[in-house]
T-cell receptor, first 113, second 112 residues
């Protein structure tokens, strides 16, 4: 079945460090791919998305490229800030934008000042 | 413009009891999905409602049921609560023809 596997956390970095969180997927058809972020005590917010191969999603300095050949959608940021501390979820939908979202297990990111 | 509103924010129930959680969608949204997020895990899809009917269902037992009202708001009901039902329950809504889910902040259910 359709699934998402992402890098286990927690990940702890110093401010201004480079961030990579790995994500790979298995899907029938042609999935759309997402990264969501969850701040403490809050719901999920869409961080970025890509709907077809080679698309790059970007937002707030974060980027991820839809790689069909490696079935990956790794999240990167060149210089992290303390305010980026949160849990990050890689996710996909298949068939339509109204389909159920399939999430990875999440990666907790902590940034030290 | 209010986003997705969920109530209550926190709830404590005893094993065997029944619970009802509520979700008011973002203005203009007509589709409601419910997710269960256990501690330290990613959200798991429970079901989706559109036009007052259940359209998709995840791998959850019949103890989990729902309803959507004519104003698009929705309820999630869980019967015969188990300790394992303790989780954050998230509601996500969208306008079906456009896509793009918006999530609520969730209801934290603790079963003791």
């Amino acid at each position: 079945g359709d699934s998402v596997t992402q890098m286990e956390g927690p990940v702890t970095l110093s401010e201004e460090a480079f961030l990579t969180i790995n994500c790979t997927y298995t899907a029938t058809g042609y999935p759309s791919l997402f990264w969501y972020v969850q701040y403490p005590g809050e719901g999920l917010q869409l961080l970025l998305k890509a709907t077809k191969a080679d698309d790059k999603g970007s937002n707030k300095g974060f980027e991820a490229t839809y790689r069909k050949e490696t079935t990956s959608f790794h999240l990167e940021k060149g210089s992290v800030q303390v305010s980026d501390s949160a849990v990050y979820f890689c996710a996909l939908t298949v068939y339509s934008s109204a389909s159920k979202i399939i999430f990875g297990s999440g990666t907790r990111l902590s940034i030290r000042p | 413009d209010a986003g997705v509103t969920q109530s209550p924010t926190h709830l404590i129930k005893t094993r065997g009891q029944q619970v009802t959680l509520r979700c008011s969608p973002k203005s203009g949204h007509d589709t409601v999905s419910w997710y269960q997020q256990a501690l330290g895990q990613g959200p798991q899809f429970i079901f989706q409602y559109y036009e007052e009917e259940e359209r998709q269902r995840g791998n959850f037992p019949d103890r989990f049921s729902g309803h959507q009202f004519p104003n698009y708001s929705s309820e999630l009901n869980v019967n015969a609560l188990l300790l394992g039902d303790s989780a954050l329950y998230l509601c996500a809504t969208l306008l079906r023809v456009k896509g793009g889910y918006t999530f609520g902040s969730g209801t934290r259910l603790t079963v003791v």
